[in-house]
């Protein structure tokens, strides 16, 4: 793996989990889970709703977390980034809460 194109894949999904769409909540799932797996699940049929090239960024930062051990937040130079995204996705993303909301609020069928 290349570090500067494991970057840029990092920073495409940070740039989609800020956005508002059923892809936003795909790449905050991606990245959440592999900060913080004890608290964060990655629902794979969400990942239906990236593009290719955003869905190779979702296995490149999932095979960076497994294969290396390297968590995607020790890449980036925004400290606050991660911890900004638990509280962004926090309500809807964190186990605790998961089974408490109707849905993601996105149709998928």
């Given amino acids: 793996m290349d570090i500067n194109d494991v970057k840029y894949e990092i920073q495409t999904l940070l740039d989609?989990?800020?956005?508002?769409?059923?892809?936003?909540?795909?790449?905050?799932?991606v990245l959440l889970a592999t900060y913080d797996s004890a608290n964060y699940h990655l629902c794979v049929r969400d990942l239906c709703t990236l593009d290719l090239h955003e869905y190779q960024a979702a296995l490149t930062v999932i095979c960076l977390r497994v294969e290396t051990g390297v968590e995607p937040q020790e890449l980036i130079e925004d400290y606050n980034a991660f911890p900004d995204l638990c509280k962004?996705?926090?309500?809807?993303?964190?186990?605790?809460?998961?089974?408490?909301?109707?849905?993601?609020?996105?149709?998928?069928?």
Wanted: no cysteine; hydrophobic share 30%; charged share 15%.
């Fill in 16 to 29: 989609l989990a800020n956005g508002n769409t059923p892809k936003a909540y795909a790449a905050a799932q």
């Fill in 88 to 109: 962004r996705w926090g309500d809807q993303l964190n186990i605790a809460n998961r089974g408490n909301h109707s849905s993601s609020g996105f149709d998928y069928s």
